[in-house]
């Protein structure tokens, strides 16, 4: 039986009749189910919630919940699964809020774990990994095929660029670059992600493009204190007028870093003004 008999089903909600409702499971509001999602048991799902086709969601896990945000005055966000998307067991993932776009999206064939929570407004691209405990605060985006280890802190409107992994216990205060492997608190990059960038069919060339610029950016800078003005110009030296190269994405991202972002966050520039939170008298 698709949809099991202890299932509670809001009438406004729309499941498809190849999705799989398990025992104990709430779909609550204007939710979609799409085809082959399963929702395993003890599942809850609020809200104008798209759960795509394939997806499965584990026990006790909560998506679509009102966001952890005191600026929230009960719009009508949407939360926005993917496709084969897999959340695990009691992790949870917020809607988006008015200051934030309205919507949270967690891309096809991601991985969030168990007990990691995915705050309001982030956006998490596609083939990415959410490790246990992992905690990650609104506002912020995890480009494509990224690796967030376990119990792992992400700040509010940062950024995690794509093939980037993040060290299990980190604290990711800033924006950290694509193609990285980082680690510590703040969690800083230590080296290009070899084997992320070669299984995601990174020349041998590119690669070795990517690690000389590294060592621009970032190793010689730091040992001999390199403006990083100076060091984007010596970098950019390194490959001519190519564009659309990983290494040439890499220096466009820290170019844009240089010049836009707030406390380390390029996101903090467009974070947009929210009225001061109305608190009810006791």
Not at 22 to 27: A, S, Y
Not at 260 to 266: D, L, P, S
Request: glycine fraction near 10%.
């Amino acid at each position: 039986m698709p949809i099991h008999a202890l299932a509670v089903i809001d009438p406004a909600a729309e499941v498809h009749p190849d999705a799989i409702i398990g025992p104990f499971c709430v779909v609550q509001g204007k939710a979609r189910i799409e085809a082959g999602a399963e929702l395993r048991n003890h599942v809850t799902v609020y809200g104008r919630t798209t759960i795509g086709s394939g997806s499965i969601l584990f026990p006790g896990c909560v998506v679509g919940s009102d966001p952890q945000d005191l600026k929230y005055r009960g719009e009508d966000s949407e939360t926005i699964i993917g496709r084969e998307v897999r959340i695990h067991e009691c992790a949870t993932v917020s809607k988006g809020t008015a200051s934030g776009g309205m919507k949270t999206s967690i891309a096809d064939h991601t991985m969030v774990m168990a007990y990691a929570h995915v705050g309001h407004d982030c956006h998490i691209g596609a083939h990415v990994v959410i490790a246990n405990n992992a905690q990650i605060a609104g506002h912020v985006i995890i480009g494509r095929k990224a690796i967030i280890g376990g119990m792992v802190g992400i700040h509010h409107f940062a950024t995690v660029g794509e093939l980037t992994i993040v060290s299990g216990m980190a604290g990711v205060r800033f924006d950290l670059p694509p193609y990285m492997m980082a680690e510590g608190t703040p969690a800083e990059p230590r080296n290009i992600n070899i084997i992320g960038c070669r299984r995601d069919g990174m020349s041998d060339e590119a690669i070795r493009q990517l690690r000389d610029i590294f060592k621009v950016l970032y190793f010689d800078r730091e040992k001999n204190g390199t403006p990083l003005q100076e060091s984007l110009i010596k970098a950019r030296e390194l490959i001519g007028d190519e564009v659309g190269s990983p290494a040439a994405r890499l220096i466009a991202w820290q170019q844009e870093h240089l010049e836009t972002n707030i406390k380390g966050r390029v996101q903090e520039a467009r974070r947009q003004p929210a009225a001061a939170a109305v608190i009810p008298p006791a």
